[in-house]
């Protein structure tokens, strides 16, 4: 059964249910929530409930945005390649079936599809669900991974589905990870791509915390957001394994890269909401992130026990 995002009680841990979960950093958009018991890390703020039901609105799909699909929107060639890759190291992709959650545009899919893959997106921003579908002709469905659409339609009908960025915007991954797993079939990897805690834009942030008594929580106001579908919490990597366990998956492989989703003037800019700011300290941002490798994110892949 679903929990109940109205009358959520924080001090539950998301994740391994504990009750002893506090709050440990006061940020702009709420208080960060510490699990004692698993060490999870999550904001008091959970999307509310939507009845979906499938329909998409192509006129939702201005010019404006298909210019911003086109050009910015999750449209970075070189993530893609980073996660066919990754998946390649595992299954080759003809005739994979493949799930994408938050499929986005429907770039990765369409690379899935492009060699010799059947690469099938779960989509819930309209424009997007458009857009993969006239660009690249892809089935896109726009209904969260766990509704009961898709295992009643597609239980077990995956080899593979992949989470890009995902996990960290939904409101309870271990729920989302749980219905994954139903659609997979047997031998069915999940793989998973989210900001790690263990590295350096979160250790960053709580240090700056600290030392400034929580008057500085710098990279931790860009790293959870009360924003819908904002990042609601950031994992470390021994506590996706921890999740992948309990959701009935062994973690068969795991990597830390460094991947920013936009320019670091974006974050600068969101951040101080100053375009001098991000003019001047962007490049330097950027030639720190290109010089030290910083890794900020994890590629974690599980297989269905
Ligand atoms: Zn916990």
New binding site residues.
């Given amino acids: 059964m679903m929990k109940d995002p109205e009358s959520y009680d924080f001090a539950v841990?998301?994740?391994?249910?504990?009750p002893?979960?506090s709050p440990r950093y006061r940020l702009r958009d709420g208080l960060v929530w510490v699990?004692?018991?698993?060490?999870?890390h999550y904001i008091d703020y959970l999307d509310p409930v939507v009845q979906w039901d499938g329909e998409v609105d192509r006129e939702e799909l201005t010019p404006r945005r298909r210019a911003y699909l086109k050009s910015r929107y999750q449209n970075n060639p070189k993530r893609f390649h980073r996660h066919l890759d990754f998946v390649r190291r595992f299954r080759t992709l003809r005739d994979l079936r493949v799930l994408d959650v938050g499929s986005g545009g429907g770039f990765f899919l369409s690379a899935v599809n492009r060699e010799g893959g059947d690469g099938m997106g779960a989509e819930l921003w309209d424009p997007a669900v458009s857009f993969a579908r006239e660009t690249f002709g892809l089935t896109v469905h726009k209904y969260p991974v766990e509704h009961p659409f898709w295992r009643n339609n597609y239980s077990g009908a995956f080899d593979v589905v992949t989470l890009w960025d995902v996990i960290e915007h939904v409101n309870f991954p271990l729920e989302t990870l749980r219905a994954v797993r139903v659609l997979l079939g047997n031998g069915g990897l999940v793989f998973v791509a989210t900001p790690c805690r263990d590295g350096f834009f979160h250790r960053f942030g709580t240090v700056t915390y600290r030392i400034t008594a929580g008057r500085f929580p710098t990279t931790l106001n860009m790293l959870y957001s009360k924003d819908p579908f904002g990042h609601k919490q950031i994992i470390s990597t021994a506590?996706m394994g921890e999740m992948f366990h309990r959701s009935g998956f062994n973690m068969i492989g795991a990597d830390k890269m460094c991947e920013l989703s936009a320019p670091c003037g974006d974050y600068i800019f969101k951040y101080f909401s100053s375009r001098t700011l991000a003019r001047l300290l962007g490049p330097p941002a950027e030639a720190f992130v290109g010089v030290t490798h910083v890794r900020n994110k994890m590629v974690v892949v599980g297989l269905k026990k």
């Fill in positions: 841990c998301k994740n391994c249910g504990s002893t979960a699990c004692r018991g698993c060490g999870l506590e």
